[in-house]
């Protein structure tokens, strides 16, 4: 990218009259990314980074954005199969800004495919990046006000963190938190235990069985006298946070 696209010059910092926006940049360009991010946070908006396709799903499956900005090319997964896969298998609704550097129509239309709301050739300047997620972010809250995930009648606002059974309101920890959203946003299948370990510990899982506690802590808080059970065990697999017919 050409530098007067991404130099530092080109950074204002004004005052916003909107909310913050809560993005991730995936780009394995450190340049790229650092000059986005900067521009967006001197706007007062949060910024996560992501460098690969692999760790950009884990981050994206795992916590909340409103915008994904999302390079094409990537190591370990391209941008393409990364969003197609967050639309498929995990439900993501939040809209993406495609970056790229293919700028035939043909390139253009795959990335539509994947899932990608909006599409933006490198070099590009900061101001259209700025000014394209931000139209993004202003029609998907205009269209969802309120996102929630449910599992019958277990409700999570991912704005307040609110989370309610039958209109209860229930108290969790940010750990328990971390894993209920994770759960609730893969409620359509079983998730592995080693998925949910990664989730909390990363690659230094502790020695100790330190998952299956939370979990039992988790079934305290949402399935306690309830005749209805959510969260579901398979043994030796993982679990799975649903309302399945006959589960009592």
């Known amino acids: 990218m050409p530098s007067s696209s991404i130099s530092r010059k080109a950074v204002r910092p004004r005052a916003i009259s909107r909310p913050a926006v809560r993005v991730l940049i995936v780009e394995d360009h450190a340049d790229i990314a650092e000059s986005v991010g900067e521009y967006l946070e001197q706007r007062g908006h949060s ?35 990364l969003c197609a896969r967050l639309r498929g298998e995990h439900g993501l609704s939040a809209p993406v800004l495609m970056l790229t550097a293919l700028d035939t129509l043909p390139d253009k239309v795959a990335g539509f495919d994947a899932g990608a709301d909006d599409y933006l050739v490198k070099p590009f300047e900061l101001a259209e990046l700025y000014a394209r997620l931000t139209a993004l972010h202003r029609r998907a809250s205009n269209r969802v006000a309120t996102p929630q995930l449910t599992a019958g009648d277990l409700v999570l606002d991912t704005r307040t963190r609110e989370l309610r059974r039958a209109g209860r309101l229930i108290p969790l920890s940010p750990t328990l938190g971390k894993l209920l959203e994770h759960l609730l946003r893969n409620a359509h299948r079983i998730v592995p235990r080693e998925e949910l370990e990664y989730l909390l510990w990363g690659d230094q899982p502790p020695d100790q069985d330190f998952l299956r506690a939370h979990m039992h802590k988790l079934r305290e808080a949402i399935d306690r006298d309830q005749p209805r059970k959510l969260l579901h065990t398979y043994r030796s697999i993982g679990y799975r946070l649903a309302d399945i017919e006959g589960s009592s």
Do not use: F
């Open 47 to 81: 910024v996560d980074y992501a460098r690969d396709g692999l760790a950009a799903l884990r981050l994206a499956t795992q916590e909340t954005y409103d915008v994904l900005v999302l390079d094409r090319l990537l190591p370990r997964m391209d941008g393409a199969t």
